[in-house]
């Protein structure tokens, strides 16, 4: 029979709490993100962080992170030009003539091997598991598994298989995909927070500002960011988007954010409490 209970009620809150999981992406993504990241789940607001385990810093990111709650950024991609990375299964359909992962989805969507994306998601888990992970989530570098229809059965394949709640687009993002999201999902048991707020390089300060007082009672949101400390590290791989990141470290350490959580009456929480009410299930 299906639970239809909300998921405030499954986590175990009140009716009308309002709940946010905010998320460091890009875990172990260079060393300037790590402690970016590590900084804003020990003094800021967020909650969580998702681990690109075939980047170089990955190893590193997990010893910072240990016993703090790390979920998987699934990666196919590497978006820079001079800072490249390879799969872990290094299969054929992977890379590009670079011989590093491609920079963009639509490379991905159009070159790889459906069968050869799921070995290597699979491998990155299986990673993340043996460095010691106590993997709480899915989600994906760049979307790239979540705005595609082949891709986004695979990643659901995915977290059933690992018994894993995932990121899950906004209540709105099914009309622009073109096809079901949340129901597949609901169909599989997975658990997702209720709304996803993210828009590439707008302010997470002002997204939050805006978004945070409307979130309706008896809900759980996700809010992201991508802190990395500035200096020449970052400046070196990243000439596109560096203040995004730059921005989002500030961000999660504002007092001003901080206060404004505590003013809405909004409880943070991680994905550790999504996945264990789905394992229960």
Avoid at 66 to 83: A, K, N, P, Q, S
Avoid at 120 to 136: M, Y
Wanted: with cysteine; glycine share 6%.
């Amino acid at each position: 029979m299906a639970d239809d209970r909300s998921l405030v009620d499954k986590l175990g809150y009140a009716p009308d709490a309002r709940l946010v999981i905010l998320n460091c992406d890009d875990l172990g993504s260079s060393h300037a993100a790590n402690l970016a990241c590590l900084e804003a789940v020990e003094r800021g607001v967020a909650t969580s962080a998702t681990l690109m385990v075939p980047c170089p810093w990955a190893k590193e990111a997990v010893a910072l992170f240990e016993g703090r709650d790390v979920g998987v950024h699934l990666t196919l991609t590497c978006e820079y030009d001079t800072y490249r990375w390879r799969s872990l299964t290094g299969a054929a359909s992977l890379h590009d003539d670079d011989g590093g992962m491609p920079r963009t989805i639509d490379e991905v969507w159009a070159k790889a091997d459906l069968a050869e994306v799921g070995a290597e998601c699979r491998a990155q888990i299986d990673q993340a598991l043996a460095w010691g992970v106590d993997v709480t989530h899915l989600d994906a570098h760049m979307g790239a598994m979540q705005l595609d229809a082949r891709y986004y059965a695979l990643y659901l394949q995915l977290a059933a298989e690992y018994r894993l709640p995932v990121r899950m687009s906004g209540r709105n993002a099914e009309a622009a995909l073109g096809f079901a999201v949340r129901g597949p999902a609901a169909d599989r048991g997975l658990l997702h927070p209720d709304d996803f707020h993210f828009r590439w390089k707008d302010l997470t300060k002002d997204l939050v500002a805006r978004r945070l007082p409307r979130q309706a009672p008896g809900t759980v949101a996700e809010f992201i960011l991508h802190p990395v400390l500035d200096g020449p590290e970052l400046r070196a791989y990243d000439h596109d988007a560096a203040q995004v990141r730059i921005d989002d470290h500030a961000c999660a350490l504002d007092p001003d954010v901080a206060a404004l959580f505590a003013a809405e009456d909004v409880q943070l929480i991680s994905f550790r409490p999504l996945r264990d009410a789905q394992r229960r299930s």
